[in-house]
């Protein structure tokens, strides 16, 4: 299916386990996001990646991890989860950033307990 | 700091009627603007997105513009109904990183 995937779309974890956040997009788009949305914060920026190999801190980045060996896969890893990482995480893509639209994943809800 | 602020919060109407949902941001050199809905526990969805050098686009029932000069977008909703209650987000490229800078949405509620 073309598009934008994310996996799980829901997971609760304990503290202090790894937990990762997978991300899949088929249009081969070069620039990659990872988001959180909490209430009262709305989305912010995690980590971002313009292409295979190249990634950047976001706003909020303390605590994850990410990656990007393939074009289409962007995991985002939690190294050891905490209460605060409770968040509903949205993974995006673009083509050309400020050009083109950007596309966002379903999302997945981690639940740290 | 670039901010982008979304006026009212949360918004109920009777259907049929036409409704302005009210985007303002701080940085007036953006490059575009981007309209999305969310719908309760789930991703979000592209609305509609307008160039730096357009003034307005429309999308069936939707019609958004841009006035970059005075840092104000609108999403205009002709003939509201229940189906468009969700939440309405925009947001525009603006980071230095390329991502976007997201309003904390209007929520629309449409009532039958």
Same mark, same amino acid.
């Not at chain 1, 303390?62 to 995991?75: A, C, I, L, M, W």
């Given at each position: 299916?073309?598009?934008?995937?994310?996996?799980?779309?829901?997971?609760?974890?304990?503290? $202090?386990?790894?937990?990762?956040?997978?991300?899949?997009?088929?249009?081969?788009?070069?620039?990659?996001?990872?988001?959180?949305?909490?209430?009262?914060?709305?989305?912010?920026?995690?980590?971002?990646? %313009?292409?295979?190999?190249?990634?950047? +801190?976001?706003?909020?980045?303390?605590?994850?991890?990410?990656?990007?060996? &393939? =074009?289409?896969?962007?995991? /985002?890893?939690?190294?050891?989860?905490?209460?605060?990482? =409770?968040?509903?995480?949205?993974?995006?893509?673009?083509?050309?950033? @400020?050009?083109?639209?950007?596309?966002?994943?379903?999302?997945?809800?981690?639940?740290?307990? | 700091?670039?901010?982008?602020?979304?006026?009212?919060?949360?918004?109920?109407?009777?259907?049929?009627?036409?409704?302005?949902?009210?985007?303002?941001?701080? #940085?007036?050199?953006?490059?575009? /603007?981007?309209?999305?809905?969310?719908?309760?526990?789930? $991703?979000? =969805?592209?609305?509609?997105?307008?160039?730096?050098?357009?003034?307005?686009?429309?999308?069936?029932?939707?019609?958004?513009?841009? #006035?970059?000069?005075?840092?104000? @977008?609108?999403?205009?909703?002709? %003939?509201?109904?229940? $189906?468009?209650? %969700?939440?309405? /987000?925009?947001?525009?490229?603006?980071?230095?990183?390329?991502?976007?800078?997201? $309003? &904390?949405?209007? &929520?629309?509620?449409? +009532?039958?």
């Amino acid at each position: 299916d073309a598009g934008i995937t994310q996996s799980p779309r829901y997971k609760i974890t304990e503290t $202090g386990r790894q937990v990762t956040l997978m991300c899949h997009q088929t249009w081969s788009h070069s620039y990659m996001f990872w988001y959180r949305q909490d209430l009262g914060h709305g989305l912010r920026l995690i980590y971002y990646s %313009a292409a295979a190999d190249i990634t950047d +801190k976001g706003e909020v980045p303390d605590g994850y991890v990410v990656s990007r060996s &393939k =074009t289409e896969n962007f995991p /985002l890893t939690l190294e050891s989860a905490t209460r605060s990482q =409770t968040s509903v995480y949205f993974c995006a893509s673009t083509d050309r950033v @400020s050009v083109t639209e950007a596309f966002f994943g379903q999302g997945t809800r981690l639940t740290v307990v | 700091k670039q901010e982008v602020t979304q006026i009212p919060a949360a918004l109920s109407v009777p259907e049929g009627e036409n409704l302005v949902l009210n985007c303002s941001f701080t #940085d007036s050199a953006i490059y575009n /603007l981007q309209w999305f809905r969310q719908d309760p526990g789930k $991703g979000l =969805t592209s609305l509609l997105l307008i160039q730096s050098s357009q003034r307005e686009q429309t999308s069936g029932r939707l019609n958004a513009s841009l #006035d970059k000069s005075s840092g104000r @977008s609108t999403l205009y909703i002709a %003939a509201s109904q229940p $189906g468009d209650s %969700a939440t309405y /987000l925009c947001a525009h490229y603006g980071g230095s990183q390329g991502n976007l800078i997201f $309003g &904390k949405g209007t &929520k629309l509620s449409v +009532k039958p």
